[in-house]
């Protein structure tokens, strides 16, 4: 039972154009939500993340929107960069309990 | 400050054979966790900590063993590896629940 889904294995953007990666979510009692970033031969790195109390939260280029009707949350990167270029993680949590990840999404930034 | 510290980085075991993978951090963190990564999959929970001396099992723990005899230390136990234990190991620390987590740059294991 995939709880944390995302549905593009890889996304390829233009330089300077908006990275939109997306992540679905089935489990209701979810209330806090990560994205994490990973380049090769490297572990996942924390890159930003969101309450469930809140519907957005921005830092720098990277905001994350969370639509919880949908049980639907993005990560929008602008403008991308090449350096961007990696494997993306969305992760969910529950007060008490332990993160869910979905499959990850290979972004590519093309110069 | 290293972090979060794997070791070894590449490891090959025949069938049947056992090792145990080596995780360090030097944040002080109570929380110590180890995953699995495989294609198509993303980031599966075998094994976590609380705290020194504790361990819980997580979303896949058949096959594996863990000790948390010091607080910086957690150490994943393959006792007879088998072919579908293949994969990229994790470890990541945290210092506290909720909290983001902090991951070593992995393990892989090939078992032939």
């Known amino acids: 039972d995939q709880q944390v889904k995302q549905n593009s294995p890889s996304l390829s953007v233009q330089e300077g154009r908006i990275s939109i990666l997306n992540c679905d979510y089935t489990n209701s009692m979810f209330d806090y939500f990560l994205w994490y970033k990973k380049y090769p031969a490297e572990g996942p790195t924390f890159l930003i993340s969101i309450s469930s109390i809140k519907d957005k939260n921005e830092d720098g280029r990277f905001t994350v929107f969370l639509n919880k009707s949908a049980k639907h949350l993005s990560l929008h990167i602008v403008p991308s960069q090449p350096g961007d270029s990696a494997v993306y993680f969305c992760a969910a949590d529950t007060s008490g309990s332990r993160l869910t990840f979905g499959e990850g999404t290979q972004l590519t930034v093309n110069p | 400050n290293a972090g979060v510290t794997q070791t070894p980085k590449f490891r090959v075991l025949k069938t049947g054979q056992s090792m145990t993978l080596l995780c360090a951090q030097d944040?002080?963190?109570?929380?110590m966790y180890w995953y699995r990564q495989d294609p198509g999959m993303g980031l599966r929970l075998i094994h976590y900590s609380v705290g020194e001396g504790t361990t819980a099992k997580g979303e896949v723990p058949d096959g594996y063993n863990v000790s948390r005899l010091k607080k910086q230390n957690f150490l994943l136990g393959l006792e007879s590896a088998a072919p579908s234990q293949t994969s990229v190991y994790f470890c990541?620390?945290?210092?506290?629940?909720?909290?983001?987590?902090?991951f070593g740059n992995g393990t892989r294991l090939t078992v032939t």
């Open positions: 944040m002080n963190h109570e929380y």
């Open positions: 990541a620390s945290s210092s506290q629940n909720g909290s983001p987590l902090h």
